[in-house]
């Protein structure tokens, strides 16, 4: 039976991700309150593997999961589910529009809806909860004075009414999410590679590191930045590049980037996901 951590509590999107995920497959699923304590559990063999946000096309990176990975756990990618969130206004039963004077959610959600908000609610104060699960926990034991912004799974977790569907302000709002294990997926031929590493202080080190993938012909889909924690202005890189570890130009690009740089960090081959929820 695969041990799977997602972040909870019940009714987060983590949780819809985990559940694409395992479809099909003999599972438990494990509920954690922070991403380090799931990436944690799966390093000491608590869990076998975690479901945990890397992405959002609004919002950008989580922060959280690419510092852990870079730093604190020695953890490969080994899958990607890519889940297109529908951002909705949950209340209690009889709550009408004029009763909200508190919205409720995770920063990203908040982040995600900023506009509705605007529109709808402006003299509306937002409250920053860790989950959306746990901002429509709130809204299920509380007043009529308050909404939150989350899934309709949380909707039904905890018995609240949709008083508004969509709101997110973009319709492309998709979260990425990475299934992080103690080894990397198998080659498939449709696949991506993930990496993280820093160069010298020099004029044009990250251009020379670059230039390898061009120079192997290598498709890079992303790249993203992150302070290196060790000094003021430095700074790491993650990469996300087409193909497998084990394809003769992605090995051989690898090999060069490695020697082209002071601190580099594989971090997992993997099926490239090409559906969306």
């Known amino acids: 039976m695969l041990k799977i951590g997602f972040l909870g509590p019940k009714g987060t999107f983590s949780q819809e991700a ?40 609004l919002e950008g990176a989580v922060n959280v999961t690419l510092d852990m990975l870079a730093w604190d756990v020695d953890l490969k990618i080994k899958g990607e589910i890519v889940v297109a969130i529908k951002q909705n206004l949950l209340v209690k039963k009889g709550t009408k529009q004029c009763d909200i004077k508190y919205i409720l959610s995770h920063p ?61 302000d973009g319709e492309n709002n998709m979260t990425r999410f990475a299934v992080v294990a103690g080894t990397d997926g198998g080659r498939t031929g449709d696949d991506k590679t993930s990496m993280v590493f820093s160069t010298e202080d020099r004029p044009g080190s990250l251009y020379r590191v670059l230039d390898i993938f061009t120079l192997w012909d290598v498709n890079m889909t992303r790249i993203e930045s992150r302070p290196a924690k060790n000094e003021l202005g430095r700074y790491i890189f993650f990469v996300d590049i087409q193909g497998h570890r084990e394809d003769e130009d992605i090995r051989d690009a690898l090999t060069m980037v490695k020697r082209k740089t002071s601190f580099f960090k594989f971090l997992g081959s993997y099926p490239r996901y090409r559906e969306q929820i």
């Open 18 to 57: 985990m559940l694409a995920y395992a479809k099909g497959k003999a599972h438990s699923p494990y509920i954690f309150n922070t991403i380090p304590d799931m990436l944690y559990a799966v390093q000491n063999g608590e869990i076998d593997e975690a479901v945990v946000p890397m992405e959002n096309s």
């Open 108 to 168: 990203q959600s908040l982040g995600q809806c900023r506009k509705y908000i605007r529109a709808n609610y402006p003299s509306a104060e937002t409250r920053v909860f860790y989950s959306t699960a746990e901002a429509a926990q709130e809204v299920a034991v509380g007043g009529n004075d308050s909404a939150a912004i989350g899934s309709l799974t949380a909707a039904q977790e905890y018995g609240l009414e949709v008083l508004a569907s969509g709101i997110q």
